[in-house]
């Protein structure tokens, strides 16, 4: 655990020195007010707290768990995630996916294959970890073993309409000049913003060592189910002689949920190791007209709602608008009346919606369809070189579905047939889409050949 005294702060040069007079940096260490206080430290929490002290502010890191801590995740890795990491940062990379075995619900298995990394694999304890050292190095302190119970930004523990105060559930209290939420999806500081949901999902996860022959026919590859709730997928992700096996689908049916993990994992023939872990979390993602500030107090992240619909992939989303959210802290900690603060609370609010608001648009509108649809997505991504294509690009980063929609006049036209696309009656009905994609798949570039493998292998 490290010093809760701003005084304490460490002497690394930051890149940028604080817009601020030095006499009144010395009345708020006096009083011990810190510029930012970031609640939680996964990725987006640990991203805010770098942003807002590599502009030299002071940051206080809390975060509720001793580090580093389990988190459940597949840990994939996309391109958007890797381009929004601090400088320098080295991934701790468990595989590399070359390649995607696409199934409908346990049949129709696909491999596409790819000679370029589609995305990387990770360990969340161990990312989540150099994430804060990035943070910690760059001047932010951390404390561990720190639950936030609640935030006030006016009563009697708040000394001005400058300071915020945050409660811990020990007791004690530490005042900050702008809040940073990133508490996760049972965020409290979200619920203080009075941040609204359209989505909410449950996703369950069970991580299994597996044997080295096991290991070895996986490395690489990773496999996607369409699942048979609406809306609902499973996954396999290797991570060396571990497999991250989960599924994720609506909360509400929570035995269906589990069920749909047990048959996945039997069938995958790997229901004879025992996972070393096995657990839930939920995934949330925002109305669109869901708030993500209030007064001094910034929301991202899991905390906001801010994830991709479809796939349900959070870390970019995370890292993302952590990035924006400690960036507009450093701003609302400057901002000496609370008009001037509500104006940087607004242009973070902006940039959230200019960026991660339109990719999630699109990303509700394809979940809406796949959830009508499973089998025309299976179909088109594993028989449709287009498909595929894109759907490689947008992992690794060089687009995204709504650059792609907004450009190309033909995924325009498809996205509206999709739209307008009635459902199947039932997964059943994918099924002739999807023996049509198994005779037309192909691996991109021709690298390694289409074969198709079995779930199960
Ligand atoms: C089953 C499953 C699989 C997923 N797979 C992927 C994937 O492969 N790729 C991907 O990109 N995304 C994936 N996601 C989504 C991703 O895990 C999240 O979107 C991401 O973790 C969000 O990061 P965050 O920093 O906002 O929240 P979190 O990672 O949840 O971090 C929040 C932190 O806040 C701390 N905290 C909570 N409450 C308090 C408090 N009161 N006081 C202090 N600290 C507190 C927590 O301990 C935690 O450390 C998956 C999600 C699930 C459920």
């Known amino acids: 655990m490290s010093s809760e005294n701003p005084t304490e702060h460490p002497t690394e040069q930051p890149t940028e020195q604080p817009d601020e007079q030095p006499d009144e940096r010395a009345a708020d260490d006096q009083q011990r007010v810190w510029d930012v206080v970031v609640v939680g430290a996964g990725p987006a929490g640990a991203s805010a707290a770098y942003a807002a002290a590599v502009a030299g502010r002071r940051v206080l890191l809390l975060e509720k768990a001793e580090l580093p801590r389990y988190k459940t995740c597949g840990g994939g890795i996309i391109g958007p995630s890797r381009d929004a990491l601090p400088p320098g940062f080295e991934l701790p990379l468990r595989d590399r996916v070359h390649a995607v075995t696409f199934s409908l619900d346990g049949r129709f298995a696909r491999t596409r294959r790819s000679r370029h990394m589609l995305f990387g694999l990770i360990n969340r304890p161990e ?5 804060v050292e990035a943070a910690q190095k760059a001047g932010a302190e951390l404390r561990t073993g720190a639950a936030v119970a609640r935030v006030e930004q006016h009563g009697a523990a708040v000394p001005d309409r400058r300071t915020v105060a ?5 007791g004690e209290t530490v005042l900050a000049r702008a809040v940073v939420g990133a508490d996760g999806s049972a965020s409290r500081i979200g619920a203080h913003v009075g941040v609204r949901l359209d989505q909410v999902d449950l996703g369950l996860e069970a991580e299994i060592p597996v044997p080295d022959s096991v290991a070895e026919d996986w490395a690489g590859r990773v496999l996607i189910d369409w699942g048979p709730l609406p809306g609902s997928y499973g996954w396999v992700f290797p991570k060396g002689e571990t497999l991250t096996v989960g599924v994720i689908s609506a909360r509400g049916d929570g035995s269906a949920t589990k069920r749909y993990l047990e048959d996945f994992i039997g069938r995958l023939g790997l229901a004879g190791f025992e996972p070393s872990i096995s657990s839930g979390h939920l995934t949330r993602c925002r109305a669109d007209d869901s708030p993500l500030s209030r007064g001094r107090v910034l929301v991202c992240g899991d905390a906001a709602g801010l994830l991709e619909p479809w796939t349900r992939e959070g870390i970019s989303y995370a890292l993302r608008s952590g990035r924006l959210a400690g960036e507009w802290a450093v701003r609302i900690a400057e901002s000496h009346d609370a008009v001037d603060a509500r104006r940087q609370a607004q242009n973070y609010t902006f940039a959230i919606k200019a960026g991660l608001g339109v990719e999630m648009s699109m990303g509700r509108r394809l979940l809406a369809a ?12 594993t028989g449709f070189r287009p498909a595929w294509t894109a759907f490689a690009r947008i992992v690794r980063g060089s687009t995204s579905l709504a650059e792609i929609v907004r450009d190309h006049p033909m995924a325009r036209r498809a996205m509206t047939a999709l739209d307008r696309s009635r459902p199947e009656a039932g997964v059943g009905a994918g099924a002739g889409a999807g023996a049509g994609a198994e005779a ?9 050949g289409g074969a198709g493998v079995t779930s199960g292998r």
């Open 127 to 131: 990312f989540d970890q150099r994430l």
């Open 166 to 170: 945050v409660f811990l559930n020990d």
């Open 370 to 381: 796949f959830e009508r649809r499973p089998g025309m997505v299976h179909a088109a991504v």
């Open 440 to 448: 037309g798949a192909e691996a991109e570039g021709g690298a390694g």
